[in-house]
């Protein structure tokens, strides 16, 4: 059951922030013209976040930083994937769906993403 939590987890990172690093960050610095390069570099910026959960996820050994890193990716991906893609799925005739998760659910998911891996992580750590 972990190994699939950790599959599903990562790979919902991985489409969450290539479509957040695409269209929010890469496409609006670099010029029309270098579109393939914006790409590639929101592939990479997907894949080390995708790493970084796939490492850190169910792991006993990683630090408070490490803890609030992945709660606030998972978080993140969670509430940037539902309100950009639920939009589109229940009411495709709204033409501004999608910039629910760019800029309400997927920042407001990443801050309480990070501040339940503190809590998780201040726990553990008194728990030991």
Same mark, same amino acid.
């Given at each position: 059951m972990m +190994?699939?939590?950790r599959i599903t987890l990562? @790979? %919902?990172?991985f489409i969450a922030v290539h479509f957040f690093s695409y269209w929010m960050i890469f496409v609006? *610095?670099? /010029?029309e013209n270098l579109s393939i390069l914006a790409g590639l570099a929101s %592939? !990479?910026?997907a894949a080390a976040a995708s790493r970084s959960v796939w490492k850190n996820f169910g792991k006993?050994? &990683? &630090?408070?930083?490490?803890l609030i890193g992945c709660g606030a990716a998972i978080g993140g991906a969670i509430g940037f994937c539902g309100g950009f893609f639920g939009p +589109? *799925?229940?009411? /495709?005739? @709204?033409n501004q769906g999608p910039l629910l998760g760019l800029f309400i659910?997927? /920042? %407001? $998911? !990443?801050?309480? &993403?990070g501040i339940? $891996?503190? $809590?998780? &992580?201040v726990w553990k750590k008194r728990k030991q």
């Open positions: +190994m699939f939590a990562s @790979a %919902l990172v609006q *610095i670099l /010029p %592939l !990479l910026a006993n050994s &990683g &630090g408070l930083w490490a +589109m *799925i229940f009411t /495709p005739e @709204a659910t997927g /920042p %407001l $998911g !990443l801050v309480g &993403g339940i $891996g503190l $809590g998780y &992580g």
